[in-house]
């Protein structure tokens, strides 16, 4: 069973293979995604997080969501040398943290819902688990320069994949220590992690440090990753091969 | 007050101390990003004028060898192509290409300093395990696809219309 919609200004897709899956429980999926939209949309001037940057809320009043988030942006900040930092002349966006957390929040309520197979995908970003007719689920890499066309095609179970780019959508993500200077030698990173909360905080981290962000998922342990640059050539970390599919 | 004369002092230092360590290591990672570049680039500035940039040509041991830069859709000949040696300003670097079933299968490294200090340090951060190729389009089946989120109004719209369209 499977169902897309357009929430958090993206299509959202939830696939569940177990039979006994039901329309409700694909919908209580998408409820959750609109709950976490009303709360840190940075779009929405009603939003927690909009009402907190225009001083109309004391970060103690925002509940605990929001805090946790806080907390976890922090800690990803630190880990990432100062490169993740949600804060931007003073307006804090966190929505490079949030999109990970909320589809692996998601998957994890399936997953105690009983659920085995499936997958959640935000905008790219993907919480995979089980596998889809005993076979690992098929994910591809798609070509920032043509996206018709996938550049490599992941075979993967029970891990979370989340590419940081600029291809589409235009410059969303910027280096803290050098925000004018837009990052154009990367097109995009992908990156492979135990779950995709860790894979997409890290992707968008890595991003930021242009070429050298390969670098720094190739020291992660747990963690594999795919670099495609303007000049069309792809780098990869020295384990990223064993995800590939052979066909 | 003699003591937080000395507290004093010793922040300074390690503040100082903190900052150079940083533009050291910054500095030298931030040397460290044309390694991935250098072997992808023709026109590298940090090709030498005398040695051909390690992709323009093949001067190993097969002739006509195509640049793997071109398009990735070119079919490239079956075999293991040598560049030659490029300076990479922190050191000369030598690259192999291997070619099999028409694509880019993997790219070496034939020669890679280590020889100085820096170089070392560069080596440390840059790991000579990754591996470099020319993208290309696979025509395997996918369930779920990863890219960059597209969220333009006019995809959106278009996207919108899609699903309107494809839901029975």
Known sequence: MRETRLLMGMPITVEVRDPRATRDDLAAVFAYFTSVDETFSTYKATSVISRLNRGELALEDCGEEVRTIFALAEQTRRETHGYFDITRDGIRDPSGIVKGWAIHNAARRLREAGYRDFYVDAGGDIAVSGTKDGAPWRVGIRNPLNRQQNVKVLAVTDRGVATSGTAIRGQHIYNPHDPDTPLLDVLSLTVIGPNVYEADRFATAAFAMGQRGIHFIEELPGFEGYLIDARARATSTSGFERYVLRV | ?168
């Open chain 2, 1 to 168: 007050m003699n003591t937080l004369a000395v507290k004093k002092l010793a922040v300074s230092v390690l503040i100082v101390g903190t900052f150079i360590l940083y533009a050291l290591l910054h500095n030298s990672r931030s040397s460290a990003a044309p390694v991935a570049l250098v072997p992808a680039t023709p026109t590298s500035p940090g090709a030498a004028a005398d040695t051909p940039a390690a992709t323009d040509t093949g001067t190993g041991n097969a002739t006509a060898a195509p640049s793997p830069t071109d398009t990735p859709s070119t079919r490239y000949k079956n075999g293991t192509y040598t560049g030659g040696v490029a300076d990479a300003q922190w050191g000369l670097v030598q690259i192999k290409a291997i070619i099999k079933n028409g694509k880019i299968a993997d790219v070496q490294w034939v020669q890679y300093p280590s020889d100085r200090e820096r170089s070392v340090f560069i080596n440390s951060i840059a790991d000579p395990q990754l591996t470099q190729e020319a993208i290309q389009a696979q025509s395997a089946q996918v369930d779920i696809v990863t890219g960059a989120t597209d969220s333009s109004f006019a995809f959106m719209q278009s996207l919108t219309d899609a699903l309107s369209q494809a839901q029975a």
